[in-house]
């Protein structure tokens, strides 16, 4: 079973980022998004790329069990 714990200290310090962020409202096309992740992609290692994959995994596992937690 997994617990969430959730600071409001936390909580209220990335709202403000966030709201921060959207006051500007920068737009971006997909392919400038996909030619800007491209870029920082390709200056990550082997060994790096390959500890991101498993972080990723990590996290898409522990997603799809806290979904199906709060389904059942």
């Not at 500890?51 to 199906?68: K, P, V």
Request: with cysteine; charged share 35%.
């Amino acid at each position: 079973m997994m617990t969430a714990v959730c600071h409001n200290d936390v909580l209220e310090s990335e709202l403000t980022a966030q709201n921060e962020t959207t006051s500007q409202e920068i737009n971006l096309s997909d392919d400038e998004i996909m030619r800007r992740v491209r870029d920082i992609r390709a200056t990550w290692s082997l060994s790096e790329r390959a500890a991101r994959r498993e972080e990723a995994d990590r996290r898409f596992e522990n997603l799809i069990e806290t979904i199906f937690a709060e389904a059942a």
